[in-house]
């Protein structure tokens, strides 16, 4: 999704937490590989990626302006499609509806 390449700045990220589902913490298509920036707004709820593998951005960045600047270029944006264990379209249904912050508060 960045085209970061240095691996110091990536990281494998769940889709669905490891404390959410221990039937599917190993399954490698409910991983993502993200730098450690969106890692942490994909944690938070901040952003998700679509059942259409999209990037959707929550408007709670709206509410700090150096960090939606940042992640403003991946809104809407499709991410590169693994060959090797993409992930499920339901994982990342599960996290639209369970992590992702829809409205602003």
Known sequence: MTGIRLKEFLVAS???????????????????CLSTLVDKAFD?????ITSEYRVLLSPLLEKDVILYNLLKPYGNKKIKYPKFAPPKREFLQWHAEHVFKRYIE
């Open 14 to 32: 769940h889709i669905i937490p490891w404390s959410q589902s221990k039937k599917d913490r190993l399954d490698p298509q409910n991983g993502i």
């Open 44 to 48: 938070k709820g901040y952003l998700t």
